[in-house]
């Protein structure tokens, strides 16, 4: 080969490897840029994940609150229900001692 061959041949290869470190940075740039995106993606399903999870969290601690509220609300009827009961279990007992009272009052003046 002479030098100009051999020159010529230099300049190709020279070439094809600069072709092929562009192609590489390109898929580089590819590849890095498929990541970022995967990433993101990731970082979104997970930030979704988590809303929904921290939602149904927020709305089993809501059922809860209601369902005590509701059994203390009961509790409290049924407090006020017995309580009613009692008082007019009693009216008959108290409307008999006032006029007990009242008769002995009355009585008592008219001597």
Aim: net charge neutral; glycine share 6%.
């Amino acid at each position: 080969m002479d030098k100009a061959a051999l020159l010529q041949a230099i300049k190709e290869a020279e070439a094809e490897a600069a072709a092929q470190v562009e192609e590489a940075r390109g898929r580089k740039q590819q590849a890095v840029a498929a990541g970022e995106a995967e990433a993101e993606r990731i970082r979104k399903e997970g930030h979704a994940a988590a809303d929904k999870d921290a939602a149904e969290q927020v709305a089993k601690a809501r059922e809860r609150i209601d369902a005590e509220k509701a059994e203390k609300l009961a509790q409290g009827r049924v407090r006020v229900r017995r309580k009613r009961d009692q008082a007019e279990a009693r009216v008959k007992d108290v409307a008999d001692y006032l006029v007990g009272e009242f008769e002995r009052a009355a009585n008592a003046g008219f001597r």
